[in-house]
Nanobody
């Protein structure tokens, strides 16, 4: 199994930037795609960004596109979520997730496609 652990969440002000990290451990020799999801109080879990195993392909939700960037350091088994121009609506628990990748190039934007989840890291953006 591949286990993921998120870190970096904290309280910030609107307009600030924040960088989240996700470290993978376990059977990291397995090829796997990774992604970030978030869940705000009273809301459903939603897709944020995703990256392929290769790290060459990424995708982000329209709500964060242009502000958030996902990247992957494959050698370090780590993915990052760079969040810029944060808004109060970005307040949520952010989850890192992973799933086995067959092609190494695909990205997954549906939560149902992932089977390994971190415990989440809280990001709070004050107005």
């Amino acid at each position: 199994q591949v286990h993921v652990v998120e870190s970096g969440g904290r309280l910030v002000q609107a307009g600030d930037s924040l960088r989240l990290s996700c470290a993978a451990s376990g059977r990291t020799s397995i090829t796997y795609a990774m992604g970030w999801f978030r869940q705000a109080p009273g809301r459903e879990r939603e897709f944020v960004c995703a990256v392929s195993w290769s790290g060459s392909h990424t995708d982000c939700a329209d709500s964060v596109k242009g502000r958030f960037t996902i990247s992957r350091a494959d050698a370090k088994n780590t993915v990052f979520l760079q969040m810029n121009r944060l808004k109060p609506d970005d307040t949520a628990v952010y989850y890192c997730t992973a799933v086995y990748s067959y092609s190494g190039a695909e990205v997954h934007v549906s939560a149902d496609e992932y089977d390994e989840w971190g415990q989440g890291t809280q990001v709070t953006v004050s107005s």
